[in-house]
Structure formats: C-alpha cells, structure tokens
C-alpha cells in the first residue's frame, strides 16, 4: 500500500529527520524499501534503499539530507518489484526545476501511458507507475509553466488510485486521486507543514491533525502559506470510493481516516460480526495485530472472555504484504506461536480480518488444534473477497483469491475448521459509517473502467 510523509518547514530547519520518525510510523504501510528527498532551496538531497526505515538510514546519512522541504515513502510493491530502482521517491530534472514524487496507490492505464512516453524519447530507470507519473506531470509541465495546471491535465489522463506528495523547487504539494481511494491527512505544529499517509504520522512528531486532504483536491505548501484547489469542478465527495481494506487491515488502528476513527470501526466490526455470525464458544482470541480490536469488540457482544491464545514475534513484519507466497508461508510460523495453557481443551474462536488466499488462515487453524483446541472456528471482519484490487493491494490474479471459487462450507474444510463465518457487505458499511466506499474485491463492481488494465 505504500506510505508518504512530507513536510515544509516555516523556521527553515532540516526536516529529514522527523521525516525519518514520520515513515518509522508509517512501516506497517510498507517493508521493501524507504527513502526521502530534501530541498534546501538551491539542491535536492536524497537517500533510499531496499529494507525497513532504521535499515534504510542512520545518523551519518540522515546528517547529509540538509533541507527545509522534505518528501519521504515507504515502499510496498504492486507495479514494479521489490529493486533498489522502484524504490521512492522519484526525481526528475527539468529546465524548470526539480521534482520529487512519493507515490501510494496503482495505476490502471500507467503501461500504455509508459508506453507513449517511452515513443517520446522518455528514458525510465524503473518498472514502476509512479515514476511514470514524475515524467508524465513534468512533460506537462514543460507546456504548462504552472504545477498546478499540470497536475489537473495529467490527472485527467489517469485511471485508477493516486496519493502523492511532489516537492517541486520549493513548494510541498499534496493531491489526492477525485476517488479518495488512498489516505492522506494535512497536519501542522507551530514551525511546520505536515502530509501523511494516516494520523499516526503526525502523532508520533506531535503535530496536530488539521484535516484529510479531500477526494480530487491539490495542497500546495510554500513560504506563502498554504492553498488548496480540486483537479477539475465536477468534484464531489458522494464520488468518493476509498478503500475499505484501509479500516479492516491496512491502516493502523490508532489512526483517524476522513474523520472516522480506524480502531472504532475494527470495534464496531467485531461486534457487528458477533450479531451476524454468533459462535458457541469458551474463548476468543485475535490472530494479532489486526484481528485484535475486532476480537473486543466480538468478546464484548457475546460476553465470551476475551484470551491472546496466539503471541505475536513483535520482530516480523506482516505476512500479506510480503511478496511470494513462499515468505508468507515462512513469516507465519515465525510470526505466531500459541499459547498451549489457554488453548488446550477449549473452544476457540479465532478472529481475523480476512481470507485472501486461505494458506496463512490454514496454518494457523492448524497450529491452535495442535496446541490442543478441543474446537476452532474462525471469523472473519471483513466480506468473502472475491474479486482483485487493481487499485494498489497485492492480489492480483482472481485465481489467487479462495473465495472466488469456493463456497464458504469450502473453505471452511480447506482450512480446517469446525465452522467459518464472514461479515456481511451490509455489516462493513455500517461498521465504517460511510458509504462512499470502494468495495470492488468483495462485490465486483469496481469504480473506475479497468478495462485497460489488460490492453497490451
């Protein structure tokens, strides 16, 4: 999914290193890669590399980044694999000045876009759509003499999720795709500017969180102050299809999303999921983390105690985000490991917040019956996925996805356990709050033509 912090400083101190505490937050959003690009006003300075942000950086590398304007990203690959090359952001130089650009999101039609610009005499280092996007809006900048009008004509060439923040020279942009379908929330202290993937962001630098950059709006932060203007004037939020895999997984549950808060929404879902899918059951207990609030709030409805049946390696990272199915398969038996005194001899029901492919829910509902279960049942917060995300999560073939072709008494055998119950379409959406929502993997209706996601 990617994660992007940007600030802009008003007392012209050096900014990479909040950054660098911004993108610590934000590693749940991606693992393969980190980097950041600063402006001190005459020069970009950059460092990225392949790993985790402490990995990525140190006190002598963080020390050369002198700048008062400063982008970041953490990398999680869709578009493009897991290379030094694709990691972010991604600069580009011009007659007009520099750009930087950190990207979350996918873009459908990016390879026939790529394509033209390739005919064009674009040279890419990368494989990756964002680095498209970097020549695409400096192409149009060249015509334009204006950032802002640029932005607005490339967005209308572009199918699919895009959250970005663009230092160019010295402006901090933020621009949100019309959709809404990534996060990104402004923040501000008393020296400084803050863009964030989520809230969590500006938390951990003590910034306040001022507000969510809108569906289709463009952020622009220099020693001006700050403006705001929309790609086009059709905008509208009822438009807006954000992700609802960021309330069910992707977001950390401490983070607030266009001003719903993620872990009351996981609560909610929990106990929503109690109502549609009640389970006769000594304990519940959360395959950790992102299983862990729903699993309170499923406890609180039933009145069924509340155990961590299933302890989490706090030093590995999330298995769904890792890329091959062969280190997923290995990061959960270093991920998890039960804990046989508060299983054994019970009736155990797990709570987790999707089945993606069923080979990490198998393997647990495995270890729990080892560890001497007497039953386990699983639940799951989130609807069967039956469709894939072209909208930047990893699943890309339908034939990936368990629940595209088997009935849930299927996947309950595959996976081993005594029954097996989904949250409602209908309990999601009233488990958020909201209704403008992109729900393409579990109902496949997707809100942007696809189609060109598989023209050669």
């Known amino acids: 999914m990617c994660g992007i912090f940007g600030i802009y400083s008003f007392s012209n101190k050096d900014v990479a290193r909040k950054i660098y505490y911004g993108l610590y937050a934000l590693q749940h959003r991606g693992q393969e890669g980190a980097g950041i690009v600063v402006s001190d006003g005459t020069e970009f300075h950059s460092h990225k590399g392949l790993g985790l942000v402490p990995e990525v950086f140190n006190n002598e590398n963080i020390n050369l980044l002198k700048g008062y304007i400063g982008i970041g990203h953490v990398r999680y690959s869709t578009t493009g694999g897991s290379v030094i090359e694709n990691c972010q952001p991604f600069i580009v130089n011009s007659s007009l000045g520099n750009l930087a650009i950190a990207h979350n999101g996918d873009i459908v039609n990016s390879h026939i876009i790529k394509k033209e610009l390739e005919k064009q005499g674009h040279i890419f280092t990368s494989s990756t759509d964002s680095e498209v996007l970097a020549h695409l809006i400096v192409k149009e900048l060249l015509k334009t003499k204006d950032i802002i009008q640029s932005i607005s004509n490339v967005s209308k060439d572009l199918i699919g999720a895009y959250s970005l923040i663009i230092l160019y020279n010295n402006t901090l942009i933020a621009v949100r795709d019309p959709k809404g379908f990534k996060p990104l929330c402004i923040g501000k202290d008393d020296d400084n500017y803050y863009i964030s993937s989520e809230s969590c962001g500006l938390d951990v630098v003590d910034a306040e969180l001022v507000r969510d950059v809108n569906p289709g709006e463009i952020v622009t932060i220099n020693k001006d102050g700050i403006e705001s203007c929309y790609v086009s004037d059709n905008i509208s939020p009822k438009n807006a299809s954000t992700c609802m895999f960021e309330y069910v997984y992707f977001a950390r549950p401490d983070s607030v999303i266009d001003g719903i808060s993620v872990y009351n929404v996981r609560r909610n879902i929990g106990k929503i999921l109690a109502k549609e899918e009640p389970c006769d059951a000594d304990i519940v207990s ?32 999330r298995t769904f985000i890792l890329p091959t199915q062969e280190e997923r398969n290995l990061a959960v038996r270093l991920k998890l490991n039960p804990v046989k005194s508060i299983l054994k001899d019970k009736k155990v029901v797990l709570i987790d917040d999707s089945i993606v492919r069923g080979t990490t829910s198998k393997r647990i509902v495995d270890m729990v019956r080892k560890a001497g279960a007497k039953e386990v049942h699983l639940r799951i917060g989130s609807p069967k996925i039956i469709s894939p995300c072209f909208y930047g999560i990893d699943m890309p073939t339908k034939e990936e996805l368990i629940a595209s072709s088997k009935s849930v008494d299927e996947i309950r055998e595959f996976i081993n356990a005594d029954s097996l119950g989904y949250l409602s379409i209908e309990g999601l959406i009233k488990a958020i709050g909201r209704k403008n929502l992109c729900l393409a993997c579990v109902s496949g209706n997707y809100p942007t033509d696809i189609s060109l996601k598989f023209k050669k």
């Open 286 to 317: 959360p395959v950790p983390d992102s299983g862990i609030t729903s699993a309170i709030g499923y406890s609180e409805e039933l009145d069924i105690p509340y155990y961590e049946g299933l302890i989490k390696n706090r030093y590995v990272g």
